[in-house]
């Protein structure tokens, strides 16, 4: 799928999401607005450009396999995505809501149970630590609050902390993933950056994860 065109932000747009943080504007995090084909109008801010792609994948919960298009970019050693799929009756929105965000965690915890894996085989040891401890710690922030979105109970925000194998078989990496799941309509969106832990102290911390996620609203 081809990319969409990407526009520069606008300046009084630009200005707003620089007051929640001076380091979310640094010259590492590019911000700009995008417009995703398929998502109801919703209006994005990336700080780097997004490429398009898309998945059939099953979800839980839901009749049949899914169309997922996904728009993600890497800038200042995260990454930031946003993913929506659409669903054929109302009933099943928060059942897709619940199934994205359990999705991600199931991912995560995929992760983090390999990457004990491989620190077992590489210490040798007969029970090591990580596998005794919960494979990912997940939680709650304040609910999803995008403008003109549907109002839903499952419209939630997760912090997700986790690990991932190290390349090379090296060290394993801790994982932060904040995500967003919210919806208009039929729509239902995915908004999430995935920070390993050397990008916690760079521009892409949690002033850039806030206006990464206060960037998006809908028409109307």
């Given at each position: 799928?081809?990319?969409?065109?990407?526009?520069?932000?606008?300046?009084?747009?630009?200005?707003?999401?620089?007051?929640?943080?001076?380091?979310?504007?640094?010259?590492?995090?590019?911000?700009?607005?995008?417009?995703?084909?398929?998502?109801?109008?919703?209006?994005?801010?990336?700080?780097?450009?997004?490429?398009?792609?898309?998945r059939q994948i099953p979800l839980p919960g839901l009749p049949?396999?899914?169309?997922?298009?996904?728009?993600?970019?890497?800038?200042?050693?995260?990454?930031?995505?946003?993913?929506?799929?659409?669903?054929?009756?109302?009933?099943?929105?928060?059942?897709?809501?619940?199934?994205?965000?359990?999705?991600?965690?199931?991912?995560?915890?995929?992760?983090?149970?390999?990457?004990?894996?491989?620190?077992?085989?590489?210490?040798?040891?007969?029970?090591?630590?990580?596998?005794?401890?919960?494979?990912?710690?997940?939680?709650?922030?304040?609910?999803?609050?995008?403008?003109?979105?549907?109002?839903?109970?499952?419209?939630?925000?997760?912090?997700?902390?986790?690990?991932?194998?190290?390349?090379?078989?090296?060290?394993?990496?801790?994982?932060?993933?904040?995500?967003?799941?919210?919806?208009?309509?039929?729509?239902?969106?995915?908004?999430s950056v995935w920070q390993p832990d050397e990008?916690?102290?760079?521009?892409?911390?949690?002033?850039?994860?806030?206006?990464?996620?206060?960037?998006?609203?809908?028409?109307?």
């Amino acid at each position: 799928m081809p990319t969409p065109p990407i526009p520069p932000i606008r300046p009084r747009r630009w200005l707003l999401l620089c007051a929640v943080g001076l380091a979310a504007c640094a010259p590492a995090l590019n911000w700009r607005e995008v417009r995703p084909a398929h998502a109801e109008g919703l209006l994005a801010t990336f700080p780097c450009k997004p490429q398009a792609a898309q998945r059939q994948i099953p979800l839980p919960g839901l009749p049949d396999v899914v169309t997922v298009h996904l728009l993600s970019c890497e800038a200042d050693g995260s990454r930031w995505a946003l993913s929506h799929l659409s669903v054929s009756d109302a009933s099943l929105v928060p059942v897709a809501l619940r199934a994205l965000a359990a999705a991600t965690r199931g991912n995560l915890e995929v992760a983090s149970r390999e990457a004990a894996r491989q620190a077992q085989a590489a210490s040798a040891q007969a029970v090591p630590e990580p596998l005794a401890q919960p494979a990912v710690r997940a939680s709650e922030l304040a609910p999803a609050a995008v403008p003109r979105m549907t109002p839903q109970p499952d419209s939630r925000t997760w912090r997700f902390e986790a690990r991932r194998p190290g390349e090379g078989g090296g060290a394993s990496v801790p994982l932060t993933v904040t995500a967003s799941h919210f919806s208009h309509g039929l729509t239902v969106f995915q908004a999430s950056v995935w920070q390993p832990d050397e990008a916690g102290s760079a521009h892409s911390g949690r002033e850039g994860v806030t206006t990464f996620l206060q960037g998006f609203h809908f028409p109307g």
